[in-house]
């Protein structure tokens, strides 16, 4: 059973940064295509970026492009999201999910990942 695990989440002000890790276990990690997606009070849970298995190949929502960065370290089961610029519209709790499918057709939807984080918490003040 594949566990995910996330940490870095916090409050910050607008503008500043944070940086989100995500550490796996019980599966063959480097396999795996790797994405955040992120819930806010209200809404439904939506795609930030996935990183595909091979070759860091990398996709991101219309809404962080150019502001969040996600990398993937295979020698440490870990996967990584960089967030810089932020707003407090990025409030929200960030999910980390891992699909066996290593290079999704439709990353940006719930259905396509098996394996869920239990999230963690990123508030942005004004």
């Known amino acids: 059973q594949v566990q995910l695990v996330e940490s870095g989440g916090g409050l910050v002000q607008a503008g500043g940064s944070l940086r989100l890790s995500c550490a796996a276990s019980?599966?063959?990690?480097?396999?795996?295509?790797m994405a955040w997606f992120r819930q806010a009070p209200g809404k439904e849970r939506e795609f930030v970026s996935v990183?595909?298995?091979?070759?860091?190949?990398?996709s991101y929502a219309d809404s962080v492009k150019g502001r969040f960065t996600i990398s993937r370290d295979n020698a440490k089961n870990t996967v990584y999201l960089q967030m810089s610029s932020l707003k407090p519209d990025d409030t929200a709790v960030y999910y980390c999910?891992?699909?066996?499918?290593?290079?999704?057709?439709?990353?940006?939807?719930?259905?396509?990942?098996?394996?869920w984080g239990q999230g963690t918490q990123v508030t942005v003040s004004s």
């Open positions: 019980g599966g063959t990690f480097s396999t795996y295509a």
């Open positions: 999910a891992a699909s066996r499918y290593g290079s999704p057709t439709m990353y940006s939807g719930t259905s396509s990942y098996h394996y």
């Open positions: 990183i595909r298995w091979r070759g860091g190949v990398t």
